[in-house]
Nanobody
């Protein structure tokens, strides 16, 4: 089993910053990657940023240059630094772990609200 615990969401003014954290535990050996998705009200869940086991990173076009994903392998933790936040970034952010068999595990979600 895999457990993902997210933290760091909240309310921030437009132009501000937040840092999300996701700590993984359990059967995470040789996970293929970790990252973040988000889901805004009335919209589909979308990929925000993914970092693979090899260190390759993929960002959604909408967050490039503003968000940075990083990881601390010793702590099994992935971070999402979000700068220059916009109202369009308001969503529930979910941590994802892509296991070695390509199955997906999700965190419980953390709300990010950007006020304009």
């Amino acid at each position: 089993q895999v457990q993902l615990v997210e933290s760091g969401g909240g309310l921030v003014q437009a132009g501000g910053s937040l840092r999300l954290s996701c700590a993984a535990s359990g059967s995470i050996f040789s996970a293929n990657g970790m990252g973040w998705y988000r889901q805004a009200p009335g919209k589909q869940r979308e990929s925000v940023a993914i970092i693979t086991r090899a260190g390759f990173i993929n960002y959604a076009d909408s967050v490039k240059g503003r968000f940075t994903i990083s990881r601390d392998s010793a702590k099994n933790t992935v971070y999402l630094q979000m700068n220059s936040l916009q109202s369009e970034d308001t969503a529930v952010y979910y941590c994802i772990l892509i296991a070695s068999d390509n199955s997906n595990y999700w965190g419980q979600g953390t709300q990010v609200t950007v006020s304009s």
